[in-house]
T-cell receptor, first 115, second 114 residues
Framework: AQTVTQSQPEMSVQEAETVTLSCTYDTSESNYYLFWYKQPPSRQMILVIR??????QNATENRFSVNFQKAAKSFSLKISDSQLGDTAMYFC????????????FGKGITLSVRP | DTEVTQTPKHLVMGMTNKKSLKCEQHMGHRAMYWYKQKAKKPPELMFV???????INESVPSRFSPECPNSSLLNLHLHALQPEDSALYLCASSQDRGGVRPLHFGNGTRLTVT
């Protein structure tokens, strides 16, 4: 079974600063994907970024980038130039490839961006 | 704008009522999901449909009854719910269940059982 651990329940960052959200996972699978989802107060879960396990290059989407350390099973999210709209709950998630795969979420972290 | 549309946005129902939640997507996705989410917690998987067939039921009580009438539509029928069933119900879809394609979520239905 897979587990995803987000050990920080809350973080706060000043607008325009950089913040890093931590995530570790445990799996014996070799083919899998990792995701960061954002859930603002509007409730919709929005995909922020995706990383394929077989790719060594870290994924980047505009101000969002990941630090994927496969051997350490670590998948942290860096948000640069934080904006007020980044205030949300962030979930790290894991899924193995295969027909019967299910998404496993971490507990989530609440990020507040201060003006 | 969300590509997965859920209605209603809010629902209040008594424990003896029967109601339904609706989810629609027009992205051609063949996998659809129901999740239940309590405040400040991650979503919990309830049901998965793949090519309009139920492929996963996560031991959900029978007072929740899913239905997938066609590839674009997913319903969740509710009957004789308990107050502890009050939660945000999220629908999601993906191109398939292979794990490669990410899930697209709707805005959810906030359900309150009185």
């Amino acid at each position: 079974a897979q587990t995803v651990t987000q050990s920080q329940p809350e973080m706060s960052v000043q607008e325009a600063e950089t913040v890093t959200l931590s995530c570790t996972y445990d799996t014996s699978e070799s083919n899998y994907y990792l995701f960061w989802y954002k859930q603002p107060p509007s409730r919709q879960m929005i995909l922020v970024i995706r990383q394929e396990a077989y790719k060594q290059q870290n994924a980047t989407e505009n101000r969002f980038s990941v630090n994927f350390q496969k051997a350490a099973k670590s998948f942290s999210l860096k948000i640069s130039d934080s904006q007020l709209g980044d205030t949300a709950m962030y979930f790290c998630a894991f899924i193995k490839t295969g027909a019967n795969s299910k998404l496993t979420f971490g507990k989530g972290i609440t990020l507040s961006v201060r003006p | 704008d969300t590509e997965v549309t859920q209605t209603p946005k809010h629902l209040v129902m008594g424990m003896t009522n029967k109601k339904s939640l609706k989810c629609e997507q027009h992205m051609g996705h063949r996998a659809m999901y129901w999740y239940k989410q309590k405040a400040k917690k991650p979503p919990e998987l309830m049901f998965v449909y793949s090519y309009e067939k139920l492929s996963i039921n996560e031991s959900v009580p029978s007072r929740f009854s899913p239905e997938c009438p066609n590839s674009s539509l997913l319903n969740l029928h509710l009957h004789a719910l308990q107050p502890e069933d009050s939660a945000l119900y999220l629908c999601a879809s993906s191109q398939d269940r292979g794990g490669v394609r990410p899930l697209h979520f709707g805005n959810g239905t906030r359900l309150t059982v009185t």
